[in-house]
């Protein structure tokens, strides 16, 4: 499996700062499910309100785990467990217009995991309706996105092998891949064909 093969790269401060934001979110949502734990022993109605509050806490805990992996600090021999992904990916895509299929096995170092989370972050971005994600890891990681339509922009993707300019915040995870696909020394390349857009990562 492509992980900490190549060349160690101190973390620059964007991931210094994912890693932070991450950390110090969870403390106050963690209190947030704290009290509607109390609330429930205490015999307090289960409302509808509870219920929306306790599925938005749910939503942002995993988005935060996600986050985490995808724009936080990754050392050199840390690892994901197998499960732990799965479980990330679960809460983050289960019950949504996306699903992922995660085909890649054993414990992944953490910074091939995060690779494999920005890619999925960006090829989302190329189904609007919805459709599955499909992520295998064969000497490379690759991502395959499939689904009732495709909506490409042209120089968004076209900035992951080329030099543009930064896109906006809600997609700065374009750039995020790039500067970590050159980090690790390594090939991106993208393809678009029988209704999927595909992206691969190979060492160089």
């Avoid at 935060?64 to 895509?93: C, H, K, M, N």
Wanted: aromatic content about 4%.
């Amino acid at each position: 499996m492509m992980d900490d093969l190549q060349p160690v790269t101190p973390p620059d401060l964007a991931d210094l700062v994912g890693s932070r934001l991450c950390h110090d979110l969870v403390n106050p949502l963690s209190a947030i499910a704290n009290g509607l734990e109390l609330l429930a022993l205490s015999g307090a109605p289960k409302t509808p309100e509870l219920d929306l509050i306790g599925a938005a806490l749910s939503d942002a805990m995993a988005r935060i785990r996600f986050f985490r992996v995808a724009f936080g600090a990754a050392r050199p021999g840390d690892t994901l467990s197998e499960r732990e992904v799965q479980d990330i990916l679960s809460a983050v895509y289960g019950s949504g217009r996306l699903s992922v299929d995660w085909q890649v096995m054993g414990d992944p170092s953490r910074r091939a995991a995060k690779l494999g989370f920005l890619l999925l972050n960006c090829a989302e971005m190329a189904l609007p309706l919805g459709g599955t994600l499909t992520i295998t890891e064969d000497g490379g990681w690759c991502v395959r996105g499939a689904g009732r339509k495709l909506s490409i922009d042209a120089e968004l993707w076209q900035g992951l092998t080329l030099p543009s300019s930064p896109p906006a915040a809600a997609r700065v995870q374009f750039s995020l891949l790039a500067q970590e696909v050159s980090r690790q020394g390594l090939t991106l390349s993208h393809q678009i064909d029988e209704g999927a857009n595909t992206l691969c990562l190979r060492a160089d």
